[in-house]
């Protein structure tokens, strides 16, 4: 394999790119609390570790190499355009950057943050007011921020998946679940019945049909 210059090995853009999206992420999301702050890290860890794949060093390739080369010899697997790995694998000639995959990922990364902002809007105004969040979004769901974070997550292992993110994915995942097992417990605490009712007809991560559209 011959490497095209400058394919990695870029950690000015390793970087620049992870403080870019973590900011981002942070515009829309504006951690409050240790919970939110400990969702933000996770998802930050998952971001840095993918741009040092995408633009550092490609782990993944390197580890893959061998079964790689062998399977799809025409590719420069060391070329930057060969770490969008599931454009290479299905044989699409085309830049990557209009592959199936790359263009589905921008839809679960938009919508992702889609539904981070519109939730973490919700959500300030109730904390202003002091009352429960249960409209918008979470008029579908109990935690729509943290299905946001995992649905940007899932758009990025579309567009460039790796070995370590692939790992970190359902781990944080777990990790999100048990934040919102933790968050649920506080919101009790502070509204009680008023939040059992609420629990009771509003599942946690999968939007309940037929509810208002978010605001």
């Known amino acids: 394999m011959t490497q095209t210059p400058q394919a990695y090995g870029l950690w000015s853009l390793v970087i620049v790119n992870s403080v870019l999206f973590i900011f981002f992420a942070l515009s829309f999301f504006k951690p409050r609390t240790s919970l939110d702050w400990r969702a933000f890290g996770a998802f ?96 579908r769901m109990r935690h729509p921020q943290y299905v946001g974070f995992v649905l940007v997550m899932f758009g990025f292992l579309l567009q460039w998946p790796t070995l370590l993110t692939l790992i970190m994915f359902p781990i944080l995942v777990v990790t999100y679940w048990r934040l919102a097992l933790a968050e649920e417990k506080a919101v009790l605490a502070e509204f009680g019945d008023a939040y059992r009712r609420y629990k009771a007809v509003t599942p946690a991560f999968l939007p309940r049909l037929g509810a208002p559209a978010a605001a």
């Open 44 to 139: 930050s860890a998952f971001i840095v570790a993918l741009f040092t794949e995408m633009y550092g060093f490609p782990l993944t390739i390197y580890l893959l190499s061998g079964w790689l080369q062998t399977r799809f010899p025409g590719v420069d697997w060391l070329s930057h355009d060969a770490g969008h790995l599931l454009e290479m694998t299905i044989g699409w000639k085309a830049n990557p950057h209009f592959g199936p995959f790359h263009i589905l990922s921008f839809v679960f990364i938009g919508g992702g943050f889609w539904r981070i902002s519109t939730a973490w809007s919700v959500l300030y105004r109730a904390q202003k007011e002091g009352v429960l969040a249960s409209t918008g979004p979470y008029s």
